[in-house]
């Protein structure tokens, strides 16, 4: 994953990750509403433009993290059982 996250990473020459609210779905899951912006190496294009909005969402057990999922587009978070989100409570980073 590690190698991964590098060559993905290698692309910018700057990449910025920004949490826009925090939401606590349940006892367990904390999402994270979020935006990316930065600028490419080779092309240069400022990627802020683009709009790129995701979402990290955090399973939390005793004050650990024991899974992430990351939504590069917050589209997808309906169809990935996610509808509970309109109901959820903002809250503080559970860290």
């Known amino acids: 994953m590690a190698d991964a996250w590098r060559e993905a990473m290698s692309a910018f020459e700057q990449l910025r990750a920004e949490a826009d609210e925090y939401r606590a779905l349940d006892d367990e899951r904390v999402l994270v509403l979020m935006h990316l912006s930065g600028r490419g190496k080779t092309s240069g294009p400022d990627v ?48």
Do not use: C, I, Q
Not at 52 to 78: E, I, M, Q, S
Not at 82 to 95: A, I, K, Q
């Open 48 to 95: 802020g433009d683009v709009r790129t909005k995701g979402a990290n969402l955090f399973h939390v057990r005793d004050g650990k993290v024991t899974r992430l999922v990351l939504y590069w587009d917050r589209d997808a978070l309906p169809g990935a059982g996610l509808r509970e989100m309109g109901r959820s409570r903002p809250t503080e980073p559970p860290w």
